[in-house]
């Protein structure tokens, strides 16, 4: 998909995105309306079930390999190092679960962070193994610093979402796993909320998972899980069946041997349907290119924060560096954000309402790259109207 063709084709761009015919979606950090081609994926595949026989099993191994290599392109990685597995909590709870833990082993974690990525840390509790909670000065900044004054000799994973939820605030992945694997400490993230809008290559990382539902533009419950080849023989899948336990002929055997690949965390049969949904989103983003994507979400977040800085409201993360995301996360100091984004919803503009861990209001914003000026310019229209009336 060329992104200039797009954005200056408006009848494309509806066919492409039909949401956009209906209302300005500008909650992408949430759960994303499907785009035409990842649609089309999933339909064409339930039509062609109506129809198959065992000779399409071949197809479906044949899509499955594709899909397999189009998330490990998205990954900078490789296909032998990715399990097709959704949503980002089954892959959380994969890392937190699989893993040798010892008594008195610690896991640094995030208090404050999205609850599939809090509670398989603290449950390890169970197992003797001592979770850690990250002090941060403002919610959601997680610095190399911070990182590195939590670790003791005892941390062996570090937990981190790529991106805080509530503000956006990014992380430096690159920076922070070169100084864990410094010192010998694995590093799980859970890239969920930059994954499909910016670049993220898993160079410096153990163990990802991500659910294709927001920035991917992909279906729900189809994700990406990835796990480093080093680490399949210390990660033990948690979930056995035919299809990652060696089972010649579907018999079963006196011994486990799982696969050589990734796939060893995929016990049966794999949800084809929006698997290849998520593919489809994958590959149009790509296409469209994954620096023009992230520079595109930047700029429309640069608008929208300087418009809604007009009228008093204020960004709770960066809205312009390397630490900043595809969400904008605003407060107002007297404003009633609640009565706003019903507001919005009324006039068919979609954002997010959400709370901190000190139930903070925050109006979330987080557009994609076939959101428009005039559609942002429209949203602030709308907060202008709603906030004087």
Not at 281 to 304: H, N, P, T, Y
Request: charged share 25%; net charge neutral.
């Amino acid at each position: 998909m060329d992104l200039s063709d797009l954005l200056r084709d408006e009848e494309l761009r509806r066919r492409e995105f039909p949401v956009c015919a209906q209302k300005t979606f500008l909650a992408h950090a949430a759960v994303c309306p499907l785009p035409r081609a990842a649609a089309d994926a999933v339909i064409e595949q339930a039509r062609a079930a109506t129809v198959s026989g065992p000779e399409d099993y071949v197809t479906a191994l044949r899509q499955i390999k594709a899909a397999r290599e189009t998330c490990a392109r998205m990954l900078d990685g490789v296909p032998e190092e990715v399990a097709l597995l959704g949503p980002t909590s089954l892959g959380l709870s994969l890392f937190a679960g699989g893993l040798d833990w010892q008594p008195g082993d610690e896991v640094v974690y995030y208090a404050g962070d999205y609850p599939a990525n809090v509670y398989p840390w603290i449950d390890l509790a169970r197992r003797g193994v001592v979770p850690r909670a990250l002090r941060t000065e403002r919610p959601g900044e997680i610095t190399p610093e911070a990182v590195e004054a939590a670790l003791t000799p005892r941390t062996r994973l570090v937990a981190l979402a790529s991106a805080y939820f509530v503000t956006g605030y990014r992380i430096d992945v690159d920076a922070i796993g070169q100084m864990l694997h410094a010192r010998g400490v694995l590093f799980s993230l859970d890239a969920i909320q930059t994954l499909g809008a910016f670049p993220l290559s898993v160079r410096h990382v153990d163990f990802l998972a991500a659910d294709a539902h927001k920035w991917m533009l992909g279906p729900l419950a189809a994700g990406i899980v990835y796990v480093k080849k080093e680490h399949f023989g210390r990660l033990r899948p948690l979930l056995l069946g035919a299809a990652n336990v060696r089972s010649p002929d579907f018999v079963s055997q006196a011994e486990i041997v799982f696969t050589d690949t990734a796939a060893r965390y995929e016990p049966g049969v794999l949800n084809l349907g929006p698997i290849l949904g998520m593919a489809a989103s994958l590959e149009m983003l790509m296409a469209a290119g994954k620096d023009r994507v992230a520079a595109r979400i930047g700029s429309l977040v640069g608008r929208l924060a300087a418009g809604l800085g007009k009228l008093g409201f204020e960004p709770a993360g960066p809205v312009t560096g390397r630490n900043a995301s595809g969400i904008l996360a605003v407060t107002h100091p007297s404003a009633d954000l609640t009565r706003l984004f019903q507001a919005l919803q009324e006039r068919k503009t979609t954002a997010s309402l959400r709370h901190d861990a000190h139930r903070r209001a925050y109006l979330r914003w987080s557009p994609h790259f076939y959101n428009t000026e005039e559609e942002i310019d429209r949203a602030v229209e709308i907060v202008k109207e709603a906030t004087v009336g």
